[in-house]
């Protein structure tokens, strides 16, 4: 039996590479040989470190093990099809495609968890799949309306891209907050007219920045407390828009003052779902078309910080947890 190597967390904080069995392609299943896949800065950072309750189910079929560890984890590969069962027609040897799967050099998957990527997307392009789906399906939870002001916490990869598709949409000003010199630059750089330091975005800073009280906050930094500072700065009336997940970290509000009086909107926002109010004209296959049209014009490439050698993926995850700092997203190349 052919195998492959495949990324696996041991325990917190513990990524080792290991020998993967790779099963015979299946009448309807192709095999992918891996060209790059993109590390999550917040959810597999969080599995990484063994903040995720054990007993969640696994939410992909491509995963194996359990958040108890040992796991295999990851969602954004991509990679050229080799070989296509008998019953696959959509895609061809030779196409490249993105898989929500982990980082592994080779893998048998069935053809329709296959993303076909367009012939001009390469593959470092493409493996911010996953990533620009979420935030349009943020965007597409909570719209922006023409001239509105949007505020943002956090600028890993979806919080900077957050603020790229707000700004298409018609937002009038966009401040992020941010405690990382690297990613406020980028988010400047990108398009924000402000970029914060948490220690100073208070919500008078924020309104002055922004010319009045956001009406829009996006909280996607990860960081429990930045959920209350998004209610203390939102206008009254305003929505603030959950994008984090949190893991086993106990988020503290205070739901009695500003929360209360101002009868601020707190709206959950999680890619495995579209919004109901939404299902007559928009389904999975029409986000995901949106998805293939974006990656081939925002400048997803700015966000590539390190590069690591397949191999050297215990270092990546290294460095994501010791100097965050220095980092926006890094990608492993095969």
């Known amino acids: 039996m052919e195998t492959a190597k495949a990324v696996w967390f041991a325990g917190p904080g513990q990524a080792e590479v290991r020998d993967e069995p790779l099963e015979a392609v299946g009448q309807s299943s192709i095999l992918v040989r891996a060209e790059s896949s993109a590390i999550s800065h917040g959810t597999e950072l969080l599995v990484y470190r063994g903040l995720v309750p054990p007993e969640t189910t696994l939410d992909l079929p491509t995963l194996a093990g359990s958040f108890d560890f040992p796991i295999k984890y990851g969602y954004a590969s991509v990679g050229m099809v080799e070989e296509v069962g008998g019953e696959v027609q959509d895609v061809l040897p030779g196409d490249r495609v993105f898989c929500l799967h982990p980082h592994q050099t080779a893998y048998v998957v069935p053809a329709d968890l296959a993303w076909r990527l367009p012939d001009n997307l390469g593959?470092?392009?493409?493996?911010?799949?996953?990533?620009?789906e979420?935030?349009?399906?943020?965007?597409?939870?909570?719209?922006?309306?023409?001239?509105?002001?949007?505020?943002?916490?956090?600028?890993?990869?979806?919080?900077?891209?957050?603020?790229l598709l707000a700004r298409r949409n018609g937002a009038g000003r966009i401040v992020v907050v941010e405690p990382f010199e690297r990613r406020r630059t980028l988010a400047l750089i990108l398009g924000a007219d402000a970029a914060l330091d948490p220690a100073a975005a208070t919500p008078d800073a924020i309104s002055e920045v922004l010319g009045g009280r956001p009406d829009l906050v996006y909280e996607?930094?990860?960081?429990?407390?930045?959920?209350?500072?998004?209610?203390?700065?939102?206008?009254?009336?305003?929505?603030?828009?959950?994008?984090?997940?949190?893991?086993?970290?106990?988020?503290?509000?205070?739901?009695?003052?500003?929360?209360?009086?101002?009868?601020?909107?707190?709206?959950?926002?999680?890619?495995?779902?579209?919004?109901?109010?939404?299902?007559?004209?928009?389904?999975y296959a029409r986000r995901r078309a949106a998805v293939l049209a974006l990656l081939t014009e925002l400048p997803v490439d700015r966000l590539i910080s390190h590069r690591f050698a397949f191999e050297d993926a215990p270092k990546a995850f290294t460095l994501l947890t010791e100097h965050p700092e220095e980092t926006v997203q890094a990608v492993l190349t095969y």
Do not use: K
Request: hydrophobic content about 45%; aromatic content about 6%.
């Open 134 to 163: 979420t935030a349009l399906n943020v965007l597409l939870d909570t719209p922006v309306r023409l001239g509105e002001r949007v505020l943002v916490f956090g600028q890993g990869t979806v919080g900077l891209l957050i603020g």
């Open 220 to 283: 996607a930094s990860g960081s429990p407390a930045a959920l209350q500072a998004a209610i203390e700065a939102v206008a009254d009336e305003g929505t603030v828009t959950v994008c984090s997940w949190y893991g086993t970290r106990t988020v503290p509000l205070m739901m009695g003052g500003r929360f209360h009086r101002g009868r601020i909107h707190l709206r959950s926002s999680q890619v495995g779902r579209i919004a109901p109010e939404l299902g007559s004209r928009w389904e």
């Open 123 to 132: 593959p470092e392009r493409g493996v911010f799949a996953a990533n620009v």
